[in-house]
């Protein structure tokens, strides 16, 4: 798999929004990739370097719109620490 194809998008939400100062990035990856690809991946899109990966399998909510109910897709996600001596990403940057 290319690195675009393993690491999808990131999430932007108020607990990742707190990690971002401590290099601590989040994003949704390909449910096959493991951790090993995900350090490899966003050290080559972004050009930093990684210290470890943590992952999780988030499965998805019930939703309901009216009588009909179904659930939200389920997908993995990726939380990836920076090392200390490494840049920023600069994405995240303006967001912070």
């Given at each position: 798999?290319?690195?675009?194809?393993?690491?999808?998008?990131?999430?932007?939400?108020?607990?990742?929004?707190a990690?971002?100062?401590?290099?601590?990035?989040?994003?949704?990856?390909?449910?096959?990739?493991?951790?090993?690809?995900?350090?490899?991946?966003?050290?080559?899109?972004?050009?930093?370097?990684?210290?470890y990966?943590?992952?999780?399998?988030?499965?998805?909510?019930?939703?309901?719109?009216?009588?009909?109910?179904?659930?939200?897709?389920?997908?993995?996600?990726?939380?990836?620490?920076?090392?200390?001596?490494?840049?920023?990403?600069?994405?995240?940057?303006?967001?912070?």
């Amino acid at each position: 798999m290319k690195a675009h194809d393993i690491i999808i998008k990131p999430i932007l939400s108020e607990k990742s929004y707190a990690g971002i100062a401590n290099k601590k990035y989040t994003f949704v990856v390909a449910k096959s990739a493991n951790k090993t690809e995900i350090k490899l991946a966003v050290e080559e899109i972004f050009g930093v370097k990684v210290d470890y990966v943590n992952t999780a399998n988030v499965d998805g909510k019930m939703r309901r719109m009216g009588a009909h109910q179904g659930l939200t897709p389920s997908y993995k996600k990726a939380i990836v620490q920076l090392k200390k001596d490494s840049k920023s990403i600069e994405f995240f940057d303006s967001l912070s």
